[in-house]
């Protein structure tokens, strides 16, 4: 049996667990519910237990008793050095004697191109003591290969979200002139943004882009909200729909969409815009524009419009053909549903614990 220890289950990961119950017998425990609302996150409905906790400064130390428990033979942790009782477990692994699943949640963002060339030397003790080793991409795995000789196995899940099977299947021939005159959206090239309005996420580009393309021709869409969160009101191209979870309202605001624009912090997101079959119009990773790891999945010119700068940017869409958008936006849909399908990170997982036991 496998005990799986998470902060908390947000909606877009509630698939995955269900998809990995269907193949093994799995408990969930959760120490950090309270961060669901916090972080503005969706609370999932999967079935949990509880682990109390308490934090030590930026540390968090919850209960492990329950994991030690005779009926579990594999813990999956996260990958997270704060986490003091992952250490305990990792620690303790010769006398417990139970398979640990390392279960890393993405490089540092804030310092991922400096760990991208030396990675984190903690992590580097914290995956010697692991059987399994698991990340997001491809690139992190590596990162990783590349820089550690520990033999544990490693894997790349492909991180994507619970809703990316859905809105594969749905029918994308429909009418965007239709749905734009019903929504009162005036403009030839219609931008949209999805995601909370954090530190890190440089909506002062947004602003700088939305102030510098002609308003009668580009609009932008705007789903989201948080503290850092500009004031959109002054804009007659701006349509700004706050937060939202009306997943048929979302799909109308997405189909009259031509390109998703997410200037920095972009994670799982773009893979919600590509496979609505929109490329993603962003920024170069920079140590002022921080990217997630899920800008791996973004190939320039392909998939993507990556700009080093507002002006390269102004120059490209002052004279973009949106048969170049069309183009990229079928790119986009065909890498996820060839990469990015939950049933293929379930599988990832499986595969491997299969393997490991």
């Not at 308490?54 to 919850?62: K, W």
């Not at 059987?131 to 795995?141: A, G, P, Q, S």
């Not at 979870?245 to 919600?272: H, R, T």
Request: aromatic content about 14%; charged content about 25%.
């Amino acid at each position: 049996m496998i005990a799986i220890v998470q902060p908390f289950i947000p909606h877009y990961r509630e698939a995955f667990f269900i998809g990995l119950s269907e193949k093994f017998n799995i408990d969930i425990y959760c120490f950090d519910n309270n961060k669901l609302n916090k972080d503005n996150f969706k609370k999932s409905t999967v079935e949990h237990k509880i682990l109390y906790r308490v934090r030590l400064g930026p540390f968090i130390l919850h209960t492990i008793n329950q994991l030690l428990n005779k009926k579990y033979d594999t813990i999956i942790l996260m990958q997270d050095f704060k986490i003091v009782s992952t250490w305990l477990l990792l620690l303790l692994k010769p006398i417990h004697k139970k398979r640990i699943v390392l279960w890393g949640h993405g490089i540092s963002t804030k310092r991922y191109l400096k760990e991208s060339r030396n990675p984190n030397y903690i992590n580097k003790l914290f995956f010697r003591r692991a059987d399994i080793l698991w990340f997001y991409t491809e690139k992190e795995k590596q990162i990783w290969e590349e820089n550690t000789k520990n033999k544990s196995l490693k894997i790349a899940l492909n991180n994507t979200i619970s809703d990316v099977d859905y809105i594969l299947k749905t029918d994308t021939n429909i009418n965007k002139t239709e749905i734009k005159k019903k929504l009162g959206i005036a403009q030839e090239i219609i931008f949209i943004f999805s995601a909370r309005f954090t530190k890190h996420r440089r909506s002062d580009l947004l602003v700088n882009a939305i102030e510098s393309l002609d308003n009668k021709k580009f609009g932008f869409i705007i789903i989201g909200h948080g503290s850092f969160k500009p004031d959109f009101s002054k804009f007659s191209n701006v349509y700004d729909f706050g937060k939202l979870y009306d997943i048929d309202k979302k799909n109308s605001l997405f189909w009259c969409a031509d390109a998703y624009f997410q200037p920095a912090w972009v994670g799982l997101s773009v893979v919600e815009a590509m496979a609505y079959s929109l490329p993603v119009v962003t920024f170069e990773r920079t140590t002022k524009v921080l990217q997630c790891v899920e800008y791996h999945y973004l190939k320039d010119g392909y998939n993507s419009f990556i700009f080093k700068n507002i002006d390269e940017f102004n120059r490209k869409f002052k004279s973009i053909n949106i048969e170049e958008l069309i183009n990229a936006g079928k790119n986009a849909h065909q890498y996820v549903k060839d990469n990015l399908k939950m049933s293929n990170m379930i599988n990832h997982a499986s595969t491997s614990l299969n393997r490991l036991i």
